[in-house]
């Protein structure tokens, strides 16, 4: 069946510093989500890609779709602490519908 | 608009009893979704359902049950509970196609077995 994989699953970053995390699935992707989820709460929808190739900014987020639609990435330039909490993507099998699988997460922690 | 609504926030159960979860969605939202969150392991997809109806289901032990009633508010119940069953447990509802929006989440219950 269809895998969702993060990597990685920690991320400690200096305040300002640039990081990526990514998002890999085991089979060729519809639509897939982004999410963020800070400590203590609940995952909150960031962006949906749909397209290959595609690209979409949110102020300091960058988020990428790949060519194949099998894998995704989330940069994030210059890191502030709001950006402390746990990234989700979520994929959608081209032959499922209304289930998106959603990886492990990779907790972001960030130094001042 | 009104957000999801998980009631309660906080449970704490007795291993071997039984415990049922509500969730009330957004309203036009049709479709509700309930997952597991635990420490390290994301977030993992418990079922579905759509129009009362189940649409999709993970891998959990049949002790994980839920329905859904006409108004869409949705339950989940889990019975003969095990240590292990400790949890956040999160509803997620969406438009029939969740594509469109994603996937909005409530508050979560934790849920906590002794």
């Known amino acids: 069946g269809q895998q969702v994989m993060q990597i990685p699953q920690y991320q400690h970053v200096q305040e300002g510093e640039d990081f990526t995390t990514y998002c890999n699935s085991s089979?060729?992707?519809?639509?897939i989500q982004w999410y963020k989820q800070r400590p203590g709460g609940h995952p909150v929808f960031l962006i949906q890609?749909?397209?290959?190739?595609e690209v979409k900014k949110q102020k300091r987020l960058t988020f990428q779709f790949g060519e194949a639609k099998k894998n995704s990435s989330l940069h994030i330039t210059a890191t502030q602490t709001t950006d402390v909490g746990t990234y989700f993507c979520?994929?959608?099998?081209?032959?499922?519908?209304?289930?998106?699988?959603f990886g492990a997460g990779t907790q972001v922690v960030v130094t001042p | 608009k009104a957000g999801v609504t998980q009631t309660p926030r906080y449970l704490i159960k007795t291993r071997g009893q039984q415990v049922t979860l509500s969730c009330s969605p957004i309203?036009?939202?049709?479709?509700v979704s309930w997952y597991q969150q635990t420490p390290g392991q994301g977030l993992q997809f418990l079922f579905e359902?759509?129009?009362?109806?189940?649409?999709n289901k993970g891998n959990f032990p049949g002790r994980f049950s839920g329905r859904q009633f006409s108004n869409s508010r949705s339950e989940m119940n889990v019975s003969t509970l095990e240590l292990g069953d400790s949890a956040l447990y999160l509803c997620?509802?969406?438009?029939?196609?969740?594509?469109?929006?994603?996937?909005?989440f409530g508050s979560g219950t934790r849920l906590t077995v002794v």
């Open positions: 997620a509802s969406s438009l029939a196609d969740p594509k469109g929006e994603g996937y909005t």
């Open positions: 089979t060729t992707l519809s639509n």
């Open positions: 979520a994929g959608l099998g081209t032959d499922s519908w209304g289930k998106f699988q």
């Open positions: 890609l749909v397209k290959s190739g």
């Open positions: 309203s036009g939202h049709r479709s």
């Open positions: 359902y759509f129009s009362e109806t189940q649409r």
